[in-house]
């Protein structure tokens, strides 16, 4: 796959990204790189150990996808947080998922709170990447 100065600039203004003339060529060899580590990446075979109790199917992005455990997980109050909440925009977006709490459980996370970068998928909840481009995308169950 080749890209060219021109798309990689357009593709750069949609999301209000101005790449000056003089770094053209940076920007398409780290396009290059990304998209040859991406290849490799992808070309691996699909075998991963998994328990019996995770179930998966076939996916034609990626090798497999898990079946998110959405009734024992549920999501809640899936939302951006606001400016007083994010002063300095570290959170993409903000959910809930779990068991219910149950003071007197054992589990090691029972209570927590646990932070996912949001290069990781999770069922319903917006995924952004780190950036715009990504924008409204959500892995649906």
Known sequence: MTVTAEESVRAARTI??????????????VLGK????CKIIMEQPG???????????P????????EPLLDRFPRANIHLPTSADN????WAWRAEAGDPV??????????????????IC????PLMFG??????FTREP
């Open 131 to 136: 950036t715009n481009a990504f924008e409204d």
């Open 87 to 90: 002063p300095l925009r570290g």
């Open 34 to 37: 990304t998209y040859t580590s």
């Open 102 to 119: 149950d003071p007197k459980s054992d589990k090691v996370l029972s209570g927590k709170t646990v932070v996912l970068k949001d290069t």
């Open 16 to 29: 209000g990204l101005n790449i000056l003339p003089d770094h053209e060529d940076d920007y398409l060899k």
């Open 47 to 57: 075998e991963f150990l998994l328990p019996s109790s995770v179930s998966i199917r």
């Open 59 to 66: 996916c034609s992005w990626v090798d497999y996808i898990t």
């Open 122 to 125: 999770m069922a319903n909840v």
